[in-house]
Every structure is written in structure tokens, then in C-alpha cells.
């Protein structure tokens, strides 16, 4: 039995058998991951959630954008057409003077400040 090296097994048998008494029946049971690979493997499904949803945003985004300058193009044509409808002249002022407009508050505190006059010349 063995051979002439100080092999314990006849060199026909076990041949490809390094360690003989460890077991080779089947699949190896399936690991249960970490709890740091557990969160991890959330962040990453949230990670991939959040960048969808951007991508998303983004693309409304884009398309809003493109929107506004349609919106911004005709407003400009229509501003285009109203100046050339209704040039505006200016008028020069030779003397240059100050026109003051007033509010009606302004008028009716005017008025009040009269009337207090008037009747103070009274008494």
C-alpha cells in the first residue's frame, strides 16, 4: 500500500483527491450578507431611485425650458409688430419745466390746507 514517496494511497486511487475527508456533496450553503452589506445594498437601490427620479426633473425640466423660449420668440415678434403699429414720439420740453402730476390724495390734502386758511382768516 502507498507508494514509494511516503504516500499513504496507492497511486491508482485517489488521484485527484488532495484532501479526502472533506465533504464535496453539493452546492455550498448561501451566505447571509452583513448588515453593512444589507444597508448597502439599500443606499444603492435609493442611490438608483433618486438618480431616476432627477433624470426625470431634468427632462421636464428641458422641456419647460423649451417652452419659455417659444413663449419668449413670439412675444418678441408681437413687441417687433406693436412698435412698428405705434411708433412713439417724444415731445421737447424748450422750456424745460417740471410737470408735476398729483393723486387725488395729493389734491384733496391741497384742498384741506386751503380750507384751514380760509378759515383761520376767519377767526
Known amino acids: 500500500m502507498g507508494n514509494q514517496r511516503g504516500n499513504p494511497y496507492p497511486t491508482n486511487q485517489n488521484w485527484n483527491n488532495r484532501y479526502p475527508n472533506q465533504n464535496q456533496g453539493g452546492a455550498p450553503q448561501p451566505r447571509k450578507p452583513s448588515p453593512l452589506e444589507e444597508m448597502l445594498t439599500k443606499f444603492v437601490g435609493h442611490s ?3 438618480f431616476e427620479t432627477m433624470q426625470g426633473i431634468v427632462t421636464n425640466q428641458g422641456a ?8 419668449i420668440v413670439q412675444l418678441s415678434k408681437m413687441m417687433a409688430n406693436f412698435s412698428n403699429t405705434y411708433a412713439g414720439t ?23 390746507e386751503n380750507f384751514r386758511k380760509w378759515f383761520r382768516t376767519m377767526g
Open 90 to 112: 417724444t415731445v421737447d420740453n424748450p422750456k424745460e419745466e417740471c410737470k408735476v402730476l398729483k393723486t387725488k390724495r395729493q389734491e384733496d390734502e391741497d384742498e384741506l
Open 64 to 71: 419647460t425650458m423649451k417652452n419659455i423660449e417659444h413663449q
Open 48 to 50: 438608483q431611485t433618486n
